[in-house]
């Protein structure tokens, strides 16, 4: 699966969806990561707030990957002639 992130609500939707594909419970995953239940719900609901040490933690945990690249151009060439 390869999404494109625009807003950390949907960071937290694919913590969560990812979660549960691989059959954890929050507290399963949560013990993984020494964290508490709350924290890793907290987490999934507002995605905000992670470190990129917990993001990386949770996206090994998870089987994902992040990748940054650069934006593809959606400028298009000008047509007009000078």
């Not at 691989?22 to 890793?40: E, H």
């Not at 987490?43 to 089987?63: C, S």
């Amino acid at each position: 699966m390869e999404q494109v992130l625009t807003h950390s609500a949907q960071l937290g939707q694919i913590l969560a969806t990812r979660r549960r594909a691989a059959k954890l419970s929050q507290r399963a995953l949560a013990a993984k990561l020494a964290i508490s239940q709350n924290r890793l719900s907290e987490i999934e609901a507002n995605p905000g707030t992670l470190t990129v040490d917990r993001l990386l933690g949770l996206a090994n945990l998870l089987g994902l990957e992040l990748i940054i690249q650069d934006r593809p151009s959606t400028r298009r060439p000008s047509k007009t002639e000078w």
